[in-house]
């Protein structure tokens, strides 16, 4: 049997089987896997080291926007992503793009669009629907391939701190959460800080806030400790 290339995270029944039907039809001999949850994707990926595709839910359990993309960047940087969604509006799906991933298929796409998708990512190119209009702020383009860099350089451990840093917990939190000293955490902030080039860990959370599409609770509440 051959090894799992392809892993649909995806918590849409009817959309992961129309997803596999262009899989097949587009890579050969490809054992797809799939997930409910983005914690149940990491776990497929760690379990299946020859995957190389992963089509990803925008707001799937578990993930909020563009922080399972990033994530999934900085844990596993050999991995293309490619987000899929019905919250298809032209803003979004260029950010998704500007943040790393290799295409953007909406849910409304039929089959024939899903495997011209699928074959333009495996030549290598960058694919998004043709009525996307091509009206792209340099600026904005800029600030989120940068901040996409940024957060690629961290480690994983940083990234996760950064996360929770994003949630407002404190460091003696943070420490307790991933079971390491106090001391370690300061350190991860300080790198973090370093790496994302910003003053202190407010505006550290707030660049990880703006992978999100629904900001959580706490927006504002990024103390200090």
């Not at 039809?25 to 190389?52: G, H, K, V, Y």
């Not at 300061?186 to 505006?203: D, M």
Request: proline share 4%; glycine share 4%.
């Amino acid at each position: 049997m051959s090894e799992s290339k392809v892993i649909i995270a995806d918590d849409h029944p009817l959309f992961r089987t129309a997803l596999k039907q262009a899989i097949i039809e587009c890579i050969d001999d490809a054992q797809t896997l799939e997930a409910e949850c983005f914690s149940d994707l990491l776990t497929a990926i760690e379990r299946n080291p020859s995957l190389e595709i992963v089509f990803l839910d925008l707001h799937m359990p578990g993930n909020n926007g563009f922080t399972g993309l990033t994530q999934l960047q900085n844990h596993y940087p050999d991995l293309v992503v490619i987000m899929v969604s019905s919250d298809d509006n032209n803003d979004t799906m260029q950010k998704a793009i500007n943040f790393g991933a290799a295409a953007f298929i909406p849910k409304s796409a039929d089959l024939q669009m899903i495997s011209t998708a699928i074959d333009c990512v495996l030549e290598g190119d960058i694919w998004l629907p043709e009525c996307v209009e091509n009206n792209v702020d340099q600026q904005t383009l800029i600030a989120h391939r940068r901040l996409a860099k940024q957060l690629a350089q961290l480690t994983p451990q940083q990234y996760i701190v950064l996360t929770q840093i994003a949630d407002g917990q404190l460091n003696k939190q943070i420490a307790y959460d991933l079971d390491i000293k106090e001391t370690t955490v300061k350190k991860h902030v300080s790198a973090i800080l370093s790496k994302l080039e910003v003053n202190n860990r407010t505006l550290a959370g707030l660049a990880y806030q703006e992978l999100m599409l629904t900001l959580p609770e706490n927006d504002g509440d990024l103390q200090s400790a």
